[in-house]
């Protein structure tokens, strides 16, 4: 099990801290203050209410309820509409599409945040040249995502940069209570897409298995594990597959010896496919589900164990990754603690996985955890921990600190001013919310 947990994790964190250092690569020293009311104009998640810096918290927060809920609403749409594609095996039309986007987002998205790199650090690249890598990138990721079965290991690396780029965009293009009220409406949807009967998610799903095809979405497979405990298990499947096989020939034999051949032998072979058309999916799965065909003693042997193929929506990291992108926006501190929360959310997830031998979503878990740890961050553990270090900078003034002597008030300004900024910069914003006396 800690071999395909670590398959899971590995590409979740590489997601997560390639938006964080785009975050903190690109952002400048007025983004804490002016960043959402600048950037956020002309957004699909900002279409109800554009925030600004200025408007009241009651204001923000029914401005961000509503941007949420339009984008959940426009979210459960395009699934759905998958899902009547899928149904109606239009999965051209859906893979066009995937094509489609995943071009606009290498050769579009990415291209613009490796302008800004380019910019930032002031590296200069001629124009042939970089549209030259922009569209060998473009070109080489839409083919080995969504057209060309290639290496596994290449279409990994192309999903997890999808996730970062998008997850960029969302971090610098929406603004904070919107991004907020997001998430958790996402994790909200999430548990209703996957876990309830008419959950376009589990709909999707049960269709792929039914008909044995690909689901038609970006899912990034983590395929982890003992090469000998995935074989054993096979071999233990084979064989029990074998003794079934063996146990039908003899009925069979039994069956044709009796002068009720045709009567008998309809009625086993009815039963035969109504089994069979019970067993096949009674989960809905965003996770790879478990071979529900094995007996009990390979139930008992498997328990605890993870899928041999592990199946994580790319959803799940864009959003991991915005929700600890957005906690950098606020400090390093913040952002490595929610990262924490997230990963732990996500390990207790595949736990249930491992135990209940069903899907779960994979957002609600970790996104809630991650809320909670950044509020707590954000409005108890900073402004405390900015208060003890102002407090202590004023108990290191001398007793015979004298305010009408200039050389000892700028002496006493500057070392001041020096607490402050180390602390400043290791919190981030929170010497604003608690006042230093």
């Given at each position: 099990?800690?071999?395909?947990?670590?398959?899971?994790?590995?590409?979740?964190?590489?997601?997560?801290?390639?938006?964080?250092?785009?975050?903190?690569?690109?952002?400048?020293?007025?983004?804490?203050?002016?960043?959402?009311?600048?950037?956020?104009?002309?957004?699909?998640?900002?279409?109800?209410?554009?925030?600004?810096?200025?408007?009241?918290?009651?204001?923000?927060?029914?401005?961000?309820?509503?941007?949420?809920?339009?984008?959940?609403?426009?979210?459960?749409?395009?699934?759905?509409?998958?899902?009547?594609?899928?149904?109606?095996?239009c999965g051209s039309v859906i893979w066009a599409y995937m094509a489609f986007s995943g071009f606009s987002i290498f050769g579009v998205l990415g291209a613009t945040v490796a302008l800004q790199v380019l910019r930032r650090y002031e590296i200069n690249v001629d124009v042939v040249s970089f549209a030259f890598y922009t569209w060998n990138v473009t070109v080489v990721g839409v083919l080995?995502?969504?057209?060309?079965?290639?290496?596994?290991?290449?279409?990994?690396?192309?999903?997890?940069?999808?996730?970062?780029?998008?997850?960029?965009?969302?971090?610098?293009?929406?603004?904070?209570?919107?991004?907020?009220?997001?998430?958790?409406?996402?994790?909200?949807?999430?548990?209703?897409?996957?876990?309830?009967?008419?959950?376009?998610?589990?709909?999707?799903?049960?269709?792929?298995?039914?008909?044995?095809?690909?689901?038609?979405?970006l899912v990034y497979e983590a395929r982890g594990g003992s090469r000998s405990g995935n074989g054993s298990r096979r071999r233990r499947r084979k064989k029990s597959n074998s003794e079934r096989q063996g146990d039908d020939a003899s009925l069979d034999g039994d069956l044709s010896s009796s002068p009720e051949k045709d009567a008998v032998g309809e009625k086993t072979s009815l039963l035969?496919?109504?089994?069979?058309?019970?067993?096949?999916?009674?989960?809905?799965?965003?996770?790879?589900?478990?071979?529900?065909?094995?007996?009990?003693?390979?139930?008992?042997?498997?328990?605890?164990?993870?899928?041999?193929?592990?199946?994580?929506?790319?959803?799940?990291?864009?959003?991991?990754?915005?929700?600890?992108?957005?906690?950098?926006?606020?400090?390093?501190?913040?952002?490595?603690?929610?990262?924490?929360?997230?990963?732990?959310?996500?390990?207790?997830?595949?736990?249930?996985?491992?135990?209940?031998?069903?899907?779960?979503?994979?957002?609600?878990?970790?996104?809630?955890?991650?809320?909670?740890?950044?509020?707590?961050?954000?409005?108890?553990?900073?402004?405390?921990?900015?208060?003890?270090?102002?407090?202590?900078?004023?108990?290191?003034?001398?007793?015979?600190?004298?305010?009408?002597?200039?050389?000892?008030?700028?002496?006493?300004?500057?070392?001041?001013?020096?607490?402050?900024?180390?602390?400043?910069?290791?919190?981030?914003?929170?010497?604003?919310?608690?006042?230093?006396?």
């Amino acid at each position: 099990m800690k071999r395909e947990v670590q398959k899971v994790v590995l590409p979740v964190s590489v997601a997560i801290w390639a938006t964080v250092c785009f975050v903190e690569m690109l952002r400048t020293d007025s983004d804490d203050d002016s960043y959402d009311a600048t950037n956020t104009n002309g957004s699909m998640v900002s279409s109800a209410y554009n925030e600004k810096a200025t408007d009241s918290t009651k204001t923000k927060m029914i401005g961000s309820v509503e941007n949420a809920f339009i984008f959940v609403l426009f979210v459960t749409a395009a699934t759905f509409g998958l899902y009547l594609l899928f149904k109606h095996r239009c999965g051209s039309v859906i893979w066009a599409y995937m094509a489609f986007s995943g071009f606009s987002i290498f050769g579009v998205l990415g291209a613009t945040v490796a302008l800004q790199v380019l910019r930032r650090y002031e590296i200069n690249v001629d124009v042939v040249s970089f549209a030259f890598y922009t569209w060998n990138v473009t070109v080489v990721g839409v083919l080995s995502v969504f057209l060309w079965p290639g290496s596994l290991r290449v279409k990994q690396g192309f999903l997890v940069l999808i996730s970062v780029i998008v997850a960029y965009y969302f971090v610098t293009q929406i603004a904070e209570w919107t991004t907020w009220t997001m998430l958790v409406f996402m994790a909200i949807y999430d548990l209703y897409a996957v876990l309830t009967p008419n959950g376009p998610l589990r709909k999707i799903v049960e269709l792929s298995q039914e008909r044995e095809e690909a689901i038609p979405a970006l899912v990034y497979e983590a395929r982890g594990g003992s090469r000998s405990g995935n074989g054993s298990r096979r071999r233990r499947r084979k064989k029990s597959n074998s003794e079934r096989q063996g146990d039908d020939a003899s009925l069979d034999g039994d069956l044709s010896s009796s002068p009720e051949k045709d009567a008998v032998g309809e009625k086993t072979s009815l039963l035969g496919r109504e089994s069979n058309g019970s067993s096949k999916i009674e989960t809905a799965p965003l996770l790879q589900r478990f071979d529900e065909n094995d007996d009990d003693d390979d139930d008992d042997d498997d328990e605890g164990d993870l899928p041999e193929g592990i199946k994580l929506g790319l959803g799940d990291f864009i959003f991991y990754s915005v929700l600890v992108g957005r906690a950098a926006m606020q400090s390093l501190f913040c952002a490595v603690f929610c990262y924490v929360a997230v990963i732990s959310g996500l390990i207790v997830t595949l736990a249930g996985l491992a135990l209940h031998k069903a899907a779960l979503p994979a957002l609600p878990v970790s996104i809630a955890l991650g809320v909670i740890t950044f509020v707590a961050i954000k409005f108890l553990i900073e402004p405390f921990l900015v208060y003890e270090f102002g407090r202590d900078a004023m108990e290191s003034i001398p007793d015979d600190y004298n305010p009408g002597m200039s050389s000892s008030t700028s002496s006493t300004s500057s070392m001041s001013s020096s607490s402050s900024s180390s602390s400043y910069s290791l919190l981030g914003q929170s010497s604003s919310y608690w006042p230093l006396h």
